[in-house]
């Protein structure tokens, strides 16, 4: 994503309509293309079925990744809020979970990446969106977590 873009998105105004205003439309939308179509021009999204940590319901989270070999990998960033999302709570109580990308629903184990493996993704997220840097930094003292979904091969 380009600096002028990225400067945009990542702003309080471009991060309240991201997290606000996209997110039902591209729930729809994602679910309608079986994860083909979203807002996003430059980003993949990806659709995110999982079970809700408090609920016990099915939530539908659209969420942006990259790729990391077979595996994608999302950055649990909020805009930079100074909470975890609630996607990432859901994935900590149930880590298997399904993800709807490029036409096909797969199924997935989650974990947060730490270590070296935290220092390579984070770096490879921040080379796709400069803005991750940005919400480091409003986040304040919470260390945002990158999660890892690794498809489950069926047996």
């Known amino acids: 994503m380009n600096r002028v873009l990225a400067k945009i998105v990542s702003s309080r105004p471009g991060t309240w309509f991201g997290l606000k205003v996209v997110p039902p439309i591209d729930r729809a939308l994602l679910r309608l293309s079986r994860g083909r179509l979203n807002l996003s021009a430059v980003q993949p999204v990806l659709l995110l079925e ?20 077979d595996r994608w ?27 709807l990308s490029g036409g096909r629903k797969h199924r997935v184990t989650a974990h947060e990446a730490e270590g ?17 840097d940005v919400y480091q930094e409003r986040a304040g003292a919470r260390r945002i977590p990158v999660i890892v979904l690794t498809p489950i091969q069926p047996s």
Do not use: C
């Open 50 to 69: 999982s079970v809700g940590a408090k609920t016990g319901q099915t939530r539908f989270t659209p969420l942006l990744y990259i790729m990391d070999g």
């Open 73 to 99: 990998v999302a950055i649990a960033s909020q805009g930079g809020n100074p909470r975890h999302p609630a996607w990432y709570h859901n994935l900590r109580k149930t880590p298997e979970a399904s993800v």
């Open 116 to 132: 070296e493996e935290r220092v390579r993704l984070w770096a490879k997220a921040v080379e796709e969106y400069l803005g991750y």
